[in-house]
């Protein structure tokens, strides 16, 4: 099995995203460092952001300074900011609130409670994610 990169999770993630009832953006920022790689709007849960990666062999994944940086101020100011981790040789996800980039940057990411592990395709964000904004009429 081929180890997908970082643009080819993109793509599968976008995939299926798109066809439902969310907005995905995918964000490619050089003027603030650290800035997640997806920005997703859904009616039910309001803007948030997703770091995608890809797991290495060592079973850790690799976050710049500024990335960790970005996700803890943001996630522990109440923003909600994720890290969604492709794990190939499972062909599954884990999904990460932003609060746990610092502790991912030191462990493997089996070492790390997640919010959900599993297919992909099954991963509701909808039910993951607490409502931000009022549900219009």
């Known amino acids: 099995m081929t180890v997908k990169t970082e643009t080819n999770f ?3 993630l976008k995939k299926y995203l798109d066809g439902g009832s969310y907005i995905v953006s995918r964000l490619e ?5 650290g800035f997640p790689d997806c920005l997703i709007y859904h009616r ?5 952001t997703v770091e995608l ?3 290495g062999s060592n079973n850790k994944v ?4 500024f990335q960790i940086a970005w996700n803890m101020r943001h ?3 109440g923003s909600q900011s994720y890290i969604l981790i492709n794990l190939p040789l499972a062909e599954q996800v884990k ?4 609060c746990k980039t610092k502790e991912l940057s030191e462990k493997t990411v089996f070492q ?5 592990e599993g297919p992909l395709k099954d991963l509701d964000f909808v039910k993951l994610l607490s409502p931000q904004t009022p549900k219009l009429p």
């Open 10 to 12: 993109w793509k599968t």
């Open 44 to 48: 039910d849960t309001g803007f948030f």
């Open 75 to 77: 996630a522990t100011a």
């Open 95 to 98: 999904l990460f609130h932003g």
């Open 62 to 65: 690799t976050l710049s300074p």
């Open 29 to 33: 920022s050089y003027v603030t460092p």
């Open 112 to 116: 790390v409670p997640g919010i959900y």
């Open 53 to 55: 990666k890809v797991l």
